[in-house]
């Protein structure tokens, strides 16, 4: 891949922007080895020294990657995650720009990703979690797909099951995206296959390893993972949030969190409904990748913003799809300025992560999420008041 001028741009646009999170973040690794990041952090230490957990010992990659690193564990793991930050937002707008989207809206997509709550700034105040390589994986992969390049991507999803198994979703994304378009129904079948095929290294790999370094007993969580998840899917389901407590049942905290993290993105996406459900139907790739990535977070996660990201390729493509379709709108200076400036109050530029109650759903008291409401509320009146007054260009 030559570095064009419009991708020394991007990169630039991605290292400012990293600069500036990392200037404002007075909680760089915090929460080092905190949680379940406290099996990384033992990993990185001594990798091979005991039985792996059964449910976070297998994320070995970042771990072994800091552990052969010449550098003290807790400066590995910020090394891997602000290295992998950087090539996941570039891989980002590489990914757009192949879906004939603008160099400019696409590393302005980039820019958003680094910024989105719970992204850059949590990340690296967490420090010693998997999430940030996993997404430069993910992008990785998929960009993969979209070359052709489908050797790579099969060892792409390998690598990432050894991060986070819900890389195997990857694998029916190709699946999807093979089997989509023009052609006889045998073709699209085995384009099919040939897609679900890519995650059979992964998988076999997987196996092996299982096989030959049996995981403990007993992990971190203290009881069987299909017990965690059935216990997860029944809090969602009877229990309530802490958002209302008593009135709001906990499922509400899944379309909260993707308001939280995508902030005036999700909003747009609201205010163009019908045309962003048109996109993802004519993309069974991408509406597959939305979709598995936020029913996994249902079923096995309790911070769902943290699980945003791993679906911020299918946001952004669709956000960015529909910013040009609508360029007559969006693309007016005064606008754009405005929307920008907004999604900046919505961004981490001004958080902190050791807040992290004041913008993770499953945290969050009910004042808290009435502010959110409230914002939210008056930037959707907003839009739909500057749609409604804007006259509408004719097309050039």
Request: hydrophobic letters at 60%; a positive charge; aromatic letters at 12%.
């Amino acid at each position: 891949m030559s570095l064009t001028s419009g991708r020394w741009a991007t990169l630039a646009a991605v290292a400012v922007t990293l600069a500036a999170l990392h200037a404002t973040n007075p909680d760089v690794g915090v929460f080092y080895g905190e949680w379940e990041s406290f099996v990384n952090v033992q990993t990185a230490k001594f990798p091979f020294a005991w039985a792996p957990d059964p449910y976070y010992g297998y994320r070995l990659l970042p771990p072994l990657l800091v552990w052969l690193l010449p550098l003290p564990p807790p400066l590995g793991f910020l090394l891997v995650d602000y290295a992998s930050l950087a090539g996941a937002a570039f891989l980002l707008a590489e990914i757009l720009v192949a879906e004939r989207v603008g160099r400019g809206l696409a590393t302005l997509a980039a820019v958003l990703f680094l910024t989105f709550p719970c992204s850059t700034k949590w990340l690296v105040a967490y420090s010693a979690g998997p999430d940030a390589f996993y997404v430069l994986l993910i992008a990785a992969a998929y960009h993969a797909l979209q070359r052709e390049r489908w050797g790579l991507a099969a060892i792409l999803i390998l690598l990432g099951t050894f991060t986070k198994p819900l890389m195997l979703l990857l694998a029916l994304v190709a699946a999807c995206r093979m089997a989509h378009g023009a052609g006889p129904a045998r073709a699209r079948l085995r384009g099919a296959a040939a897609g679900l095929a890519l995650a059979v290294p992964a998988l076999l790999a997987f196996a092996l390893v299982r096989l030959l370094w049996p995981p403990a007993p007993s992990g971190f969580l203290g009881v069987p993972l299909t017990t965690a998840i059935f216990e997860n899917v029944r809090l969602k389901l009877t229990a309530t949030s802490t958002m209302l407590p008593g009135i709001v049942p906990q499922w509400v905290e899944l379309p909260m969190a993707f308001s939280i993290v995508f902030g005036m993105v999700a909003l747009i996406l609201l205010a163009h409904a019908r045309e962003s459900l048109r996109m993802l139907r004519a993309r069974p790739d991408m509406l597959v990748f939305l979709l598995g990535t936020e029913a996994a977070a249902f079923l096995v996660s309790y911070d769902l913003e943290r699980c945003q990201l791993y679906a911020v390729i299918p946001v952004l493509y669709v956000f960015a799809r529909v910013i040009q379709a609508n360029a007559s709108f969006y693309a007016r200076p005064g606008i754009a300025v405005a929307l920008v400036a907004v999604q900046a109050g919505f961004s981490e530029l001004a958080l902190r992560p050791a807040d992290f109650a004041r913008y993770m759903s499953h945290y969050m008291s009910p004042r808290v999420a009435g502010a959110y409401l409230a914002a939210w509320l008056a930037a959707g009146i907003a839009l739909a008041t500057l749609r409604s007054l804007v006259p509408r260009r004719a097309p050039a």
